[in-house]
C-alpha cells in the first residue's frame, strides 16, 4: 500500500498521463511519447530524480520558450564515424535518440562511431541511449553535460556539472552490464532529500561557500558545491574532477555547445551538450563469443569472495535491474510532493482520468 | 644535489642505459628505444611508479621468455573504424605504439577510430599513447587492463587492476588536457612506499583479507586489496568499481585477451589488452575555435573561486607538465634502490659508462 500522499501508479497510466500532459502543450504526439519512455524507464529503475518528477521543469522550460516544441534537427558535419549535430534547442530526449540511433547507424558500417551534439537540453537518464545499442548487439556509451552543481578540487564555486557517463554491454544469459553514473560523489538529489528531512550529509560529498567540507545540505545551495566522485585532494577526488571535464570536452567542447560553467542554473534555458558513441561487436570478434565472456566475466566477480557482513557483489545495472521487475509488476510509487505536483499539473493543463 | 645512494641522471642518459640493456637481450633497436621512451617519459613526468623502477621486471620477464622479444603483430579483423590487433605476446610499448598510430590512421580516413588489442604485456604510462593522438590535432584515449589489484564494492579478494584510463586533448595557448588515472583510489606504489617507511595509509584506501578497511600496508599483500575510486560504498567506491570492469570490457573483453581476474600476478606472464581510441577534430568543427574553446575552459578552471587556505586550481596533467620541465632541465633524481637495481642490472648485462 502507498502511505499517506503517496502515489501508486503503473508505468503505464503514467506514461500516458506525461503524453498527454506535453501533448496539450502542443509537443507532437511522437516527441511526447519519447519524453515520457526516458522519464518513466528512470522511475522505473529507481532512478527518481530523473524520472516524472522532472515533469514540471519540462512543462514550465516548454511555456517559457526555452525548449522547441517541434524539434528541429541538423546534422552539422558527417565523417563516416563522427558526425556533430544540432538539437536546435528542441527536447532532450528528441535529440538524444536521434542522435543516438544515428550513432547506432554509422557504426553498423564503420564498425563504430561517436557523435557529439550541440543546442540540446537535459535528455534525462544518460543510461537510456547507452542501452539503446543493446537490442543491436552493440556497446552504447552516452554522456551529457549540466548545470553547474561541483567544484573542482581547492575550488570553492560550482562549476562543473554532475556531468554522467553511461556504458551498456550486451551480455548473454546474464543481464546485461548497464552503467550510469554521475561524475560527482552524490547527485544533487540526494541533498534536496536530507535539506527536506533535516538530516545531516555524509562526510566528504560537499564544501560550503569557502570551500570546506560541509555536512549541512543549507550550505551546498547557500553558494557551496558538491564534491566531485573521490571527494577531496586526499582521497583522490581530482581523478572525479577530471572525469567531470572529459565529459565536458567530449559533450560540450567538442559540440561547441560550451562546457558546464557557462550553462545558466534556470533549468531548461541553456543549451547543452551530448556524447554518444557505438561500437559494433561482430567487426571484431563473434557475438556468441563475446557474450560468453561477457557472462564468465559478471559471475566471477558476483562469485568472488564477500567482505565480513556482506553476503553479496552487484554488478553495474543490477539494482536497477530488479527495481524494474519490481515496479512493473506494482507499480511506481511517487512521493506526496511529486503526486501533487503531477495532480495540480494536470487539473492546470486539462489532463484528467488517468492519475488514480 | 642527490642524497646518499640516489642517482641523479639525465633522461638521455637514463634512455640510452635502458636501449643498451634491452639490447643486450636480443630486443631490436628499435623496439628497445620505444621501451625506453615510454619508461622514461613517466620518470620525467614524475610517474616514478612506472618508470625504470620497473625496467627490471621487462628484463626478467624477457629472460624468461614470457614476452617476445622480436615484435610479431597481427591484424585479425578491421574494419574503418575498429580493429581488433594481436600483440602476439611482444613488448607492450611496441605493441601499444603500433596499435595507437594505427588507430589515428584510421581515424585521419573515417573522423574517429577505436582499436582493441590481445596478447599484449604492461605498456608503461596509459598517457604516453592517448599523447600520440596530440601532434595529429586529435583527442586521443587510451587505457588497459592489468594484474588484479583491487577489490569490487562488497568484495574482499582483488580480481580487478588499477586499470587507468587516459584521455589527451589538445589546447591553443594553454597547455594540453592530459588526464591519466588509474581506477583506484591510490596506484599499489604507494602501498609499497607506506611499508618501507613503515606508515599507515590513508583511511578508505585499501581493505584486509576480510574486507574490512585498514591503514596496515602489510595487509594488502597478506590477501587485501585497493580499494576502487571512491573508497568504500558509503562514498560511491562503486562507481570505481564500475569504471575499473568499464576498462575490463573494452581493453579485455572486447579483445579477448580477457578480464582483469584471469591476469597472472608473476609480471609479464599473462596477456592483458588494451583499447585505444582517436577523434579528429576539423572532421567535427575547425581547430583553432575547438583550441580556442579549450583554453577559455581551462582558465575558467584555473581562475575560478579557491577554497580557503588554497591558492591554486590545477587541471589535468598539468603537474606532470611541470616535473617535465624541472627534470629535462635538472635530470631525473632516482631513489637508492632504484638506483642499485639499474647499477647491479647494467654489471650483470655488461652495460658501462652510462649511469652517473
Known amino acids: 500500500m502507498a502511505n499517506a500522499g503517496e502515489m501508486r501508479i503503473s508505468a503505464e497510466a503514467l506514461t500516458r498521463f506525461t503524453v498527454e500532459a506535453l501533448k496539450k502543450l502542443d509537443v507532437p504526439d511522437d516527441e511526447a511519447k519519447m519524453v ?3 522519464l518513466v524507464l528512470a522511475d522505473l529503475r529507481g532512478v527518481d530524480s530523473h524520472g516524472v518528477a522532472r515533469l ?12 522547441v516544441r517541434k524539434a528541429q534537427l541538423k546534422v552539422l558535419s558527417e565523417w563516416p564515424a563522427i558526425a556533430r549535430l ?7 530526449q528528441v535529440v538524444g535518440i536521434w542522435a543516438m540511433k544515428r550513432c547506432l547507424d554509422m557504426a553498423e558500417k564503420a564498425g563504430s562511431a561517436c557523435v557529439t551534439v550541440t543546442n540540446s537540453r537535459h535528455y534525462g537518464i544518460a543510461g537510456y541511449y547507452a542501452m539503446m545499442a543493446l537490442e543491436r548487439d552493440m556497446i552504447g556509451i552516452s554522456m551529457t553535460n549540466s548545470r553547474p552543481w561541483v567544484a573542482p578540487t581547492f575550488g570553492s564555486k560550482a562549476i562543473l556539472g554532475t556531468n554522467p557517463i553511461a556504458m551498456a554491454v550486451p ?3 546474464e543481464r546485461p552490464w548497464v552503467l550510469d553514473m554521475a561524475t560527482s560523489t552524490i547527485p544533487i538529489g540526494k541533498v534536496e532529500v536530507a535539506q527536506r528531512l533535516g538530516k545531516p550529509l555524509r562526510e566528504g560529498v560537499a564544501i560550503d ?3 570546506q567540507v560541509t555536512r549541512d545540505p543549507d550550505a551546498v545551495y547557500k553558494g557551496g558545491a558538491l564534491l566531485p566522485l573521490g571527494g577531496t585532494a586526499e582521497t583522490a577526488g581530482y581523478k572525479g574532477y577530471d572525469l567531470s571535464v572529459l565529459v565536458d570536452i567530449l559533450s560540450g567542447v567538442l559540440s561547441a555547445a ?7 542554473n534556470v533549468w531548461g534555458l541553456s543549451p547543452i551538450g551530448h556524447f554518444f558513441m557505438a561500437v559494433r561487436i561482430d567487426a571484431v570478434r563473434p557475438v556468441d563469443e563475446f557474450k560468453a565472456m561477457m557472462d564468465q566475466m559478471i559471475r566471477d566477480l558476483k562469485e568472488s569472495p564477500k567482505a565480513v557482513g556482506q553476503d553479496r557483489i552487484l554488478v553495474a545495472g543490477e539494482p536497477e535491474f530488479e527495481t524494474e521487475a519490481i515496479r512493473r509488476r506494482e507499480g511506481i510509487v511517487l512521493p506526496p510532493k511529486v503526486a501533487q505536483t503531477l495532480r495540480d499539473m494536470g487539473q492546470r493543463l486539462g489532463v484528467s482520468g488517468i492519475l488514480p
Chains 1, 2 share one sequence.
Not at 521543469?57 to 525548449?67: D, T
Open 36 to 38: 515520457a519512455d526516458v
Open 258 to 264: 560550451s562546457y558546464s560553467a557557462n550553462i545558466s
Open 56 to 67: 514540471n521543469n519540462y512543462v514550465e522550460a516548454i511555456e517559457k520558450g526555452y525548449i
Open 171 to 173: 551480455a548473454g544469459k
Open 86 to 92: 544540432d538539437g536546435c534547442n528542441s527536447l532532450g
Open 209 to 211: 561557500s569557502s570551500g
